[in-house]
């Protein structure tokens, strides 16, 4: 096992999507506000980490591999801190296009003893306009023959949307690089003849507006058949949370249960878990292995505290323990 994340290293994955500043004010409260029943925040300390499609970019790097990240930010302080925490880990920033008209999407997290106690977002949903729109095929077109795979990661917030998404499929796949999605509901049915696409529960349910008990394998099955009837994806991978993964070649499916795990914090797992995914995909690993590893990856995370990347010494560790081998 320890040979096919080896093989992940130098590995080149163009990242499209929405990417956020997720910063962190942290304090002590030992009062309420004379003013208003809130809590008043004596601040210690502030953090900004990358958030959104650039903490895909970060288990990239994670993983040994090289993320080559386009999206769309404003002109803005957030903007500048964005790309500075893009620098710190000697991130390519070429292929982030930045706009007068936009802004940075923010969530800062108010933290109360170790608690948090309020969320402050500031962003810009819309979709993004022609201008901008141009400017990001632009710079992927640049980049897309120099990759081994593609991620098109959605948040919602404007970056994907349902005029560029056929496009940016159509660029890869007849550069012949792969495709894998991290699809949200309002783009859902947009991601057309891609690779891999990769749903929760909720987003497959959202995304089909259906009704079914998705718990139940067999509903699971003929949703998944559903949408691979309008898409005509390669494979359809779904998160199960608790109940791990499922993936399918819409000719057999493989049910692989979670690993026991202390979940700790379940954020930022959907992103290590299509991160292992896509390199998987990159090196041409077999569909049930992608599942196992890219599932483990994601329960090692949930261990942790917050959002953070996969530790790829501690998912090699656990790897030896998977019970085939890829054939």
Do not use: W
């Not at 096992?1 to 163009?14: A, E, N, Q, Y």
């Not at 500031?122 to 710079?139: F, H, K, M």
């Not at 954020?267 to 049930?288: F, K, N, P, Y």
């Amino acid at each position: 096992m320890d040979s096919i994340i080896d093989s992940f290293r130098g590995k080149k994955v163009l990242i499209v999507g929405d990417v956020m500043v997720d910063a962190y004010i942290m304090g002590k409260v030992e009062r309420l506000s004379p003013e208003a029943p809130v809590p008043v925040v004596n601040i210690e300390d502030k953090d900004s980490r990358l958030g959104g499609a650039a903490n895909v970019a970060l288990n990239i790097i994670a993983l040994g591999a090289e993320p080559i990240l386009c999206s769309v930010i404003g002109q803005d302080q957030e903007g500048t801190d964005f790309i500075r925490l893009m620098d710190d880990r000697g991130m390519l920033t070429k292929g982030i296009v930045e706009s007068a008209k936009r802004r940075t999407t923010t969530k800062t997290r108010i933290l109360g003893n170790k608690h948090q106690l309020l969320r402050l977002d500031n962003e810009v949903t819309t979709d993004i306009n022609e201008q901008e729109n141009d400017a990001l095929i632009n710079v992927y077109r640049k980049y897309i023959d120099a990759c081994d795979v593609v991620i098109l990661e959605d948040y919602n917030k404007g970056v994907l949307t349902e005029n560029n998404i056929p496009m940016l499929i159509d660029i890869a796949l007849k550069a012949g690089k792969p495709v894998a999605v991290d699809p949200k509901k309002k783009n859902f049915l947009s991601y057309k003849h891609v690779t891999l696409f990769k749903p929760n529960l909720k987003e497959i349910r959202e995304g089909l507006n259906s009704d079914l008990n998705l718990k139940d394998h067999h509903n699971l099955e003929t949703v998944v058949e559903e949408l691979h009837r309008i898409l005509n994806n390669t494979y359809t991978m779904v998160t199960l949370s608790e109940d791990g993964v499922m993936i399918t070649d819409h000719n057999q499916y493989d049910f692989i249960p979670a690993h026991v795990r202390h979940i700790s914090d379940v954020s930022g797992a959907g992103d290590t878990v299509i991160s292992v995914a896509s390199l998987c995909l990159a090196t041409g690993v077999e569909r049930r292995l992608i599942a196992d590893l890219a599932n483990l990856a994601g329960g090692l995370v949930c261990e942790e505290t917050g959002v953070v990347p996969i530790d790829v010494e501690k998912l090699k560790k656990e790897a030896q323990y998977l019970t085939y081998s890829s054939h």
